[in-house]
């Protein structure tokens, strides 16, 4: 079993190894989502980037790596300007301990959270 730490809810969840982020979020009762995004979002397919999280550095190794889908739609979102660490929680798979902080805010300028 890995842990997730999310940082912003101050919450640590056991999941099972390569179980999606997005999925275990929601499970233990985590906001993924923001505002109208809770009822208007793809449903995990990847298409609307609104369940994008931060994995913090150190642990972004225990994420799965990212696919060509992933890339591609956060290299169109603008969200991800400045954000290497920048996931979107329904392709992420859970593969060991996590830090998460979920619904960072727009980094226009760079600075780190």
């Known amino acids: 079993m890995a842990k997730v730490n999310f940082l912003r809810e101050k919450k640590v969840v056991e999941v099972k190894e390569e179980e999606i982020l997005r999925t275990a979020g929601l499970n233990a009762g985590i906001a993924i989502h923001r505002g109208m995004h809770k009822m208007l979002n793809c449903r995990g ?7 994008r ?57 760079g600075r780190k959270v």
């Open 45 to 51: 397919k990847g298409l609307c980037a609104t369940c």
């Open 53 to 109: 999280v931060l994995i913090k550095s150190g642990t972004m190794k225990n994420a799965s790596p990212k696919g060509i889908f992933e890339k591609i739609r956060l290299a169109l979102a603008w969200v991800a300007i400045g954000e290497e660490d920048l996931r979107l929680s329904c392709q992420t798979k859970v593969m060991g301990d996590l830090d998460v902080y979920t619904q960072p805010e727009v980094n226009l300028y």
